[in-house]
């Protein structure tokens, strides 16, 4: 059975700091592009930030460019995601996501993502 399973969630101070990992089973997706998504109360699933098959290529979304930084390790099947300066408006369930596209670029596009993590609640308090 594939898994994508998220953790590093939890409440925090405006300011703060948290890292996200998403740990993969049953199949490995080092030839795949990963990606987060965010969903916030009553709004719609949005994208955060892509990360290519190797790793040499990112994309951000412009509200978390500079601040949120996206990266792999395909030994350990493991994608993460850095979560600096920390705003109340990052509130939010956070998914990971699979590409089902090997060696594809990037995609900021929700509907392209196959396989899907059951997501991790980062609260930020101000």
């Known amino acids: 059975q594939v898994q994508l399973v998220e953790s590093g969630g939890g409440l925090v101070q405006a300011g703060g700091s948290l890292r996200l990992s998403c740990a993969a089973s049953?199949?490995?997706?080092?030839?795949?592009?990963m990606g987060w998504f965010r969903q916030a109360p009553g709004k719609e699933r949005e994208f955060v930030a892509a990360i290519s098959w190797s790793g040499e290529g990112t994309y951000y979304a412009d509200s978390v460019k500079g601040r949120f930084t996206i990266s792999r390790n395909n030994v350990k099947s493991t994608v993460y995601l850095q979560m600096n300066s920390l705003k109340p408006e990052d509130t939010a369930v956070y998914y990971c996501?699979?590409?089902?596209?090997?060696?594809?670029?990037?995609?900021?596009?929700?509907?392209?993502?196959?396989?899907w993590g059951q997501g991790t609640q980062v609260t930020v308090s101000s």
């Open positions: 049953g199949r490995t997706f080092s030839r795949n592009p």
């Open positions: 996501a699979a590409d089902p596209r090997e060696y594809y670029g990037l995609s900021y596009r929700a509907h392209e993502y196959d396989y």
